[in-house]
């Protein structure tokens, strides 16, 4: 899960550190702090996976006055389709979340029992090719970002174990 650092606008000077935070509305809740809103005005927002902590606290108030990291050695999180994502399982949940946009759950339904009762439209052709683009996008970039492979992908198959099971591979 992605941290967000709040800085004031023009400089680098952090004035928030949330980890492992979302976004609710106009509120940032992670597990450190709460926010409410901020003056985007005065503040912005950059999301990164990368964690910074306070050096010096201020003695009157209790906040962090100095931070051990700048915002400039701060490493932007990845986007994809602009929702922040830190792994694999985040790209899923945007690319189905893109699907249901454009196609309810009914509406999938009705597509797929249309085709196996044989009932040709011009919609399942439009339906299949969204679906399809925007999962390989998906995949394309899992692939770029993030190396591990997680169980719900497809599995690459031994064709020859699967075919042909009495074949003994030597070892090399």
């Known amino acids: 899960m992605a941290n967000v650092i709040i800085y004031t606008k023009n400089s680098s000077n952090i004035k928030y550190f949330i980890q492992d935070c979302v976004k609710v509305g106009s509120s940032y809740v992670g597990s450190n702090k709460k926010l409410h809103?901020?003056?985007h005005d005065i503040f912005?927002?950059?999301?990164t996976e990368d964690t910074t902590s306070p050096l010096i606290i201020n003695k009157i108030t209790g906040s962090p006055k100095i931070w051990n990291k700048k915002v400039?050695?701060?490493?932007?999180?990845?986007?994809?389709?602009s929702v922040v994502v830190s792994n694999r399982e985040d790209v899923n949940s945007v690319t189905k979340n893109r699907i249901k946009e454009k196609y309810s759950i009914e509406e999938e339904i009705k597509l797929q029992r249309e085709k196996l009762l044989g009932?040709?439209?011009?919609?399942w052709g439009s339906y299949i090719s969204y679906v399809a683009s925007v999962v390989n996008e998906?995949?394309?970039?899992?692939?770029?970002?993030?190396?591990e492979h997680t169980i719900d992908e497809e599995p690459v198959l031994d064709y020859d174990a699967l075919y042909y099971p009495n074949l003994k591979k030597e070892n090399s």
């Not at 912005?44 to 999301?47: G, K, P």
């Not at 400039?72 to 389709?81: C, D, G, L, M, Q």
């Not at 009932?119 to 919609?123: A, G, K, N, P």
């Open 37 to 39: 809103s901020i003056n």
């Open 44 to 47: 912005s927002v950059l999301w």
């Open 72 to 81: 400039s050695e701060i490493e932007p999180a990845r986007e994809f389709n």
């Open 119 to 123: 009932i040709e439209s011009d919609e």
């Open 138 to 147: 998906g995949r394309k970039f899992k692939d770029e970002h993030f190396i």
